[in-house]
């Protein structure tokens, strides 16, 4: 099974708002509101951000949300903070009882 | 605290086995489905296998399909991967993760720390 695709970087100033994409097919991302997002600093493991498309899990900033448009889901930071740098993946379940994770997209702050 | 803890990780060659153990504390172990994900160096993250919480449902991604199996002794709060036929592009950071608390349950929250599995010669 294909990595959904994300973007390779996004950047973005401080305060600024940035848009990580997560593309699948109608077997994921598409046919199933179970999208999760992972964040991932250097060495370390994943955080939990997002979870069933668009819930927050105590404990994470309102800056994240996330949202889904047919076979294309969305995370979205706002107010963009230094500690936002990191590894960003998103994740589906798919039709074969298994996942599938993103292909990873690199945050930068400028 | 909810808490996972990987062990077992090392250096073997290919073709040769290894045993992945992840410990859980801090939740009612028996309850949950477990999910193993791994991380090859500098690359992305991978979903390798799941198990339901009673042991009866296993789940695998085709890639190591046939060479890896799942299972859990939920007297001892412990998971296991037992690999076999160990390939070079097995090579990754191992992690157990716990199935979500609510809503769709798809999802991992928490996650170990991972251990790493290097298969070289």
């Known amino acids: 099974q294909s990595a959904l695709t994300q973007p390779a970087s996004v950047s973005g100033s401080p305060g600024q708002s940035i848009t990580i994409s997560c593309t699948g097919t109608?077997?994921?991302?598409?046919?199933?509101?179970?999208v999760s997002w992972y964040q991932q600093d250097p060495g370390k493991a994943p955080k939990l951000m997002i979870y069933?498309?668009?819930n927050r899990p105590s404990g994470v900033s309102n800056r994240f949300s996330g949202s889904k448009s047919g076979n294309t889901a969305s995370l979205t930071i706002s107010g963009l903070q230094a500690e936002d740098e990191a590894d960003y993946y998103c994740?589906?379940?798919?039709?074969?009882?298994?996942?599938?994770f993103g292909t990873g997209t690199k945050v930068s702050v400028l | 605290q909810m808490q996972l803890v990987e062990s077992g990780g090392g250096v073997v060659q290919p073709g040769r086995s290894l045993r992945l153990s992840c410990a859980a504390s801090?939740?009612?172990?028996?309850?949950?489905?477990i999910h193993w994900v791994r991380q090859a160096p500098g690359k992305g993250l991978e979903w390798v296998a799941a198990?339901?919480?009673?042991?009866?449902?296993?789940y695998y991604a085709e890639s190591v399909k046939g060479r890896f199996t799942i299972s859990r002794d939920n007297s001892k709060n412990m998971l296991y991967l037992q690999m076999n036929s160990l390939r070079a592009e097995d090579t990754a950071v191992y992690y157990c993760?716990?199935?979500?608390?609510?809503?769709?349950?798809?999802?991992?929250?928490?996650w170990g720390q991972g251990t790493l599995v290097t298969v070289s010669s």
């Open positions: 993760a716990r199935r979500g608390e609510s809503g769709s349950h798809k999802w991992f929250d928490p």
């Open positions: 801090g939740f009612t172990f028996s309850s949950y489905g």
């Open positions: 198990i339901s919480y009673d042991g009866s449902d296993k």
């Open positions: 109608n077997s994921d991302v598409g046919g199933y509101n179970s």
């Open positions: 069933d498309v668009s």
């Open positions: 994740c589906s379940y798919s039709s074969t009882s298994t996942y599938v």
